[in-house]
């Protein structure tokens, strides 16, 4: 494993994933990043078994890791079931998900994820994609600019926060970080870092599309999980949590109660662990990005 990405929780993801090494098994690693999960899980797993691993960064990509049971794929998480559908995988026995941005993305300022370097904003997951946190920034309308900083960053001033862009922008084009930080510098109320992090946090789920393609990947979980397979989900944002505790307590990213004909609730998964488990004191002061990680781990029934 490599320092692309250090895993949170590395330990209680795997054996939450309940890998039987005696048996021919199939597993899934949604977000393969250093390859750090799907290294351990191979180390664990049986030698027939088989572990599909998706990422939409080229950059995770180059980090394959040499082992015949490993079957690498560059695509959104999204569409991991048609992928599954490809090799004729009709049910897994494990899905696992760190929702997280990899630390390599926040260290490459090149990427524009962090506001720690001046660079050009960039955000995209998927480096193919045209939609970019210049376009979001520069194009979209002062109205849906706030909604995003209100819903995904839950940014108190999101109104004055988009006008103070949309002057900014009449006058230049807001193409680069420090740009961005220099516009908005009398608008920005409480901790500075705090707010900045709320703002590009922001721009970087609206850029990737992020919670409607959580909302694909988890529905589309409950389809290829076999009976008795695992679900573990790794998430850092209170969106995230929600879609996947809606999943795992109402059996949809939504929340939607659905009843079959004598009024039973549809729940197609238990929790094996209630509630969620975070990291410990010790993990935290080594890694600071997973204080706000929240595991779920559940069972197909």
């Not at 409480?190 to 393609?213: C, H, P, T, W």
Request: glycine residues 6%.
């Amino acid at each position: 494993m490599n320092e692309y990405h250090k895993p949170v929780l590395l330990e209680e993801s795997i054996e939450g994933l309940n890998i039987d090494s005696q048996k021919k098994q199939i597993f899934v690693d949604l977000t393969f990043g250093g390859g750090g999960h799907s290294s351990f899980m191979l180390q664990k797993m049986n030698k027939d078994s088989a572990l599909f691993a998706f990422d939409q960064d080229i950059e995770a990509i180059e980090n394959s890791i040499k082992d015949e049971r490993l079957i690498l794929l560059e695509s959104n998480f999204r569409h991991f079931n048609k992928f599954l559908k490809l090799f004729d995988i009709n049910g897994v026995d494990g899905i696992l998900a760190d929702l997280g941005v990899s630390s390599h993305q926040f260290d490459d300022g090149k990427r524009g994820f962090s506001y720690r370097a001046d660079e050009k904003l960039d955000m995209r997951m998927n480096q193919k994609q045209r939609m970019d946190a210049i376009l979001v920034l520069n194009e979209y309308s002062e109205n849906d600019l706030v909604k995003i900083f209100s819903k995904y960053g839950e940014i108190r001033n999101s109104k004055q926060l988009a006008k103070k862009i949309v002057q900014c922008r009449q006058r230049f084009v807001i193409d680069t970080t420090g740009g961005l930080i220099n516009c908005i510098e009398s608008v920005i109320r409480g901790n500075k870092i705090k707010y900045l992090s709320q703002l590009f946090q922001a721009v970087r789920i609206e850029v990737n599309d992020e919670m409607g393609a959580l909302t694909d990947m988890l529905n589309n979980t409950r389809k290829v999980l076999k009976k008795g397979g695992r679900l573990v989900m790794m998430s850092y944002h209170s969106l995230e949590d929600r879609l996947v505790k809606n999943l795992i307590k109402r059996g949809n990213a939504e929340g939607i109660i659905v009843k079959d004909e004598f009024g039973h609730i549809d729940r197609p998964f238990k929790e094996v662990i209630k509630g969620v488990i975070t990291a410990n004191k010790d993990e935290i002061e080594s890694n600071p990005r997973a204080r706000s990680a929240k595991l779920r781990i559940a069972e197909k029934v």
